[in-house]
């Protein structure tokens, strides 16, 4: 990014004007890398969500199963061996 316009304030320090930050921000074109990698992460996030839900619930069944099982010791089903 590049400061154009600056001017000496009273402490001597370089300061610019407000229309001349807004300018420079609006010719920026380093936010769209940001702004792709925050779409990356929302659908990693996304999916990282998707299977942690799938599992619970895979591994939600089998405990039941198991807990079936369990409470009835006696019944001949496949899940108890």
Avoid: W
Avoid at 9 to 15: E, F, I, L
Avoid at 24 to 36: C, Q, V
Wanted: charge should be negative; include cysteine; proline fraction near 1%.
């Amino acid at each position: 990014m590049t400061l154009t316009c600056m001017a000496i304030d009273q402490r001597g320090h370089a300061t610019i004007g407000v229309m001349t930050m807004i300018k420079n921000f609006l010719r920026d074109e380093s936010g769209a890398s940001a702004a792709e990698y925050a779409l990356i992460l929302a659908i990693v996030g996304a999916a990282i969500v998707t299977g942690a839900l799938a599992l619970g619930q895979a591994v939600g069944d089998e405990l039941e199963a198991k807990a079936d099982c369990v409470e009835n010791p006696g019944t001949a089903n496949a899940n108890c061996a």
